[in-house]
């Protein structure tokens, strides 16, 4: 546990001049908050981006970032499985999830005085989630009929997983996010809490708001649900990047298509190599 937890009231201000209407600001136990102002129309559309996807699994653990996800819905505390939706639903609003190599992410579309009713279950979720044994196995076939379907049976899909494999041979972007099926089919409870433990927290989170709101009320309903959330150490990620490629790979997928189909891609530098700063990071 971080010693930062005796002092997650402090707020730390930190103005953004980068674009107009878009204010920024950091809490003391390290939750970073972006408001956009757009007063066009009377909703509000709120995100949380957690620090962790794909790229941060290892072998036998593969897509558990996408499952984890999926169980986000499945019960806290407070809420029982699927009452998280529903009560967006209630509100006349519409939400959802996705998952990347670097990051997870849930968003909320409300009418903008509702804003407070998806912040209230966010911090909810981001410390007081059950997963529940029974919930997973129903979630694992879930998650396995959807690999099914957007991969094993499509074979554009196939190749480019068999891609991403052969051009990050030793980078652990050689992952698909969704996982491979082996690893879907054997996630344990065990890995889900210790995930979630790991992952998710203040300080390894940045929350989004866009919408006809104002940043200093946003920022009040922030440090009313989640500036008594304690952050936590987070592991060191071991370096990402791959072995040196000393010529061009190839692979052939065979599959059931109607054309031939074929996939070039170049590596290029990373984002952050542009910037002199060697701790910057785009979020």
Do not use: C
């Not at 956009?36 to 559309?45: N, Q, S, T």
């Not at 670097?102 to 998806?118: G, H, I, M, P």
Request: hydrophobic share 40%.
């Amino acid at each position: 546990m971080s010693n930062l937890k005796i002092m997650a009231w402090i707020i730390f201000l930190i103005p953004v001049i980068a674009s107009a209407n878009v204010s920024e600001f950091e809490l003391g136990n390290g939750l970073k908050l972006i408001v956009k102002e757009d007063h066009r129309a009377p909703v509000v559309v709120s995100q949380v981006w957690y620090k962790v996807g794909s790229s941060y699994e290892h072998n036998g653990i593969t897509g558990l970032s996408h499952m984890l996800e999926h169980m986000m819905f499945k019960g806290t505390q407070h809420l029982e499985p699927n009452e998280f939706s529903k009560i967006i639903a209630k509100n006349g609003g519409d939400q959802n999830a996705f998952t990347g190599k670097d990051y997870t992410a849930y968003f909320q579309k409300l009418q903008k005085d509702r804003l407070e009713v998806s912040f209230k279950n966010e911090a909810d979720r981001m410390r007081n989630l059950i997963i529940d044994p029974e919930e997973l196995m129903k979630e694992r076939e879930v998650v396995a009929e959807e690999r099914r379907m957007r991969t094993d049976d499509n074979p554009i899909a196939l190749l480019n997983e068999s891609f991403n494999a052969v051009a990050f041979v030793s980078s652990p972007y050689h992952h698909p996010v969704i996982g491979w099926m082996k690893d879907i089919n054997n996630y344990q409870t065990t890995d889900l809490s210790a995930w979630y433990k790991k992952w998710y927290a203040p300080n390894n989170a940045t929350i989004v708001v866009v919408g006809d709101v104002k940043p200093s009320e946003v920022l009040t309903l922030t440090k009313r649900y989640f500036g008594h959330l304690n952050a936590e150490d987070k592991p060191v990620l071991k370096p990402q990047t791959d072995i040196p490629q000393r010529g061009i790979r190839e692979v052939t997928v065979k599959a059931p298509a109607k054309l031939p189909y074929l996939m070039m891609g170049w590596k290029v530098p990373a984002i952050n190599t542009s910037h002199t700063e060697s701790n910057w990071e785009p979020y």
